[in-house]
């Protein structure tokens, strides 16, 4: 399906990924991919921290979105009590829940083979797209879970992308003075200029 014949639901892509520093590379990676795909990325950066019924509303997040990427791979222990955070396993468990009810789609990456059967191993029989920690892999990933026979970008062509999105959100952070991306303004200005750099490369109208 070209990007064009898309609806405006099959367009949106819930992406559930870790938000560490460390995995910037492959979260831009994600927005550049998706965004050259005709996709439109979306996640819980979009709903404020504070305030009630969160939970409702990454539900309807989720539940606005014609498919969802929930990236795994991050699973470990961490900060003071040194444990695992559970909100992505929660929020795949939404989307598996959706995909109970509506045409859902949602698609699991990992790192390495065969790590989810030992994370997670009610999943066993659903084979994560591995993507080694890399922006090509996650690239790779990306074209087997949205590339279509015809219509769709290289993956050449969507490295080049990721190149010229990564050159726009460092110059991003030195005007801004963010250290992170997992910030509400800077998704968006990251969504936005992936929009743009796709329509001039003529990858989307």
């Not at 014949?5 to 979260?27: C, G, I, M, Q, W």
């Not at 559970?86 to 929020?91: A, L, R, S, V, Y």
């Amino acid at each position: 399906m070209r990007a064009s014949s898309l609806t405006a639901l099959e367009r949106n892509v819930f992406l559930n990924v870790p938000f560490d520093s460390k995995y910037h590379p492959l979260f831009t990676a994600l927005i550049a991919g998706l965004t050259a795909l005709g996709r439109e990325p979306h996640c819980v950066l979009e709903i404020p921290s504070a305030g009630q019924n969160r939970l409702d509303r990454i539900y309807n997040l989720i539940a606005s979105c014609d498919s969802s990427v929930h990236d795994l791979s991050w699973v470990r222990l961490s900060g003071r009590f040194r444990l695992p955070r559970f909100n992505m396993p929660f929020e795949l468990g939404m989307a598996f829940a959706l995909s109970r009810e509506k045409s859902h789609k949602f698609f699991v990456l990992e790192r390495e083979a065969y790590r989810l059967q030992a994370s997670l191993s009610d999943l066993n029989g659903l084979d994560p797209h591995v993507h080694g920690g890399t922006q090509a892999g996650i690239l790779r990933c990306l074209l087997d879970c949205f590339g279509t026979p015809s219509g769709t970008p290289p993956l050449v062509v969507l490295k080049r992308l990721v190149t010229r999105l990564n050159r726009a959100i460092l110059k991003l952070q030195r005007e801004q003075g963010f250290q992170t991306l997992y910030h509400p303004y800077m998704f968006r200005r990251m969504t936005d200029a992936a929009l743009e750099l796709a329509q001039t490369d003529g990858l989307i109208a």
